[in-house]
């Protein structure tokens, strides 16, 4: 039972990740309406942004954002968007995901990262 609880999460996990990256893509087609355009971009933007309505470390109500407003609003954005539009998306959105990583451009992030971390401390130092 917990097998399949953790299974079906992580599966969950994935359709939501690959349709904020197809929300993403369809508000920039020019055949997605405005006002769907205007939502996916708010909750495409939301989705990945740092900043929460509810901070994280406030213990249970700080991933509520993540697990229900976060989804609801991809809801509500894929419906505003033509279907075939949003197929179009998914399939692209599936097919980044199976890229593989950079981790040459991550070592750059994380050393770009480390650099400013640094010039911060002596900065105040």
């Known amino acids: 039972m917990t097998k399949r609880l953790i299974s079906n999460a992580k599966q969950w996990a994935r359709i939501i990740k690959r349709d904020v990256h197809a929300v993403w893509l369809a508000a920039r087609d020019p055949r997605t309406p405005w006002f769907a355009k205007v939502l996916a971009l708010v ?14 470390f406030i213990p249970v109500l700080g991933y509520v954002d993540d697990i ?10 894929v419906r505003l968007i ?10 692209t959105a599936a097919r980044a995901t199976e890229r593989p990583v950079s981790r040459m451009a991550a070592g750059v992030f994380i050393a770009i990262w480390i650099v400013c971390a640094t010039l911060l401390v002596r900065l105040f130092l």
């Open 82 to 91: 033509p279907p075939e539009v949003m197929n179009e998306h998914r399939e």
């Open 43 to 56: 909750v495409a933007a939301y989705a990945v942004s740092p900043i929460d309505l509810i901070p994280d």
């Open 68 to 77: 229900i407003i976060v989804p609801l609003g991809i809801m509500l954005v």
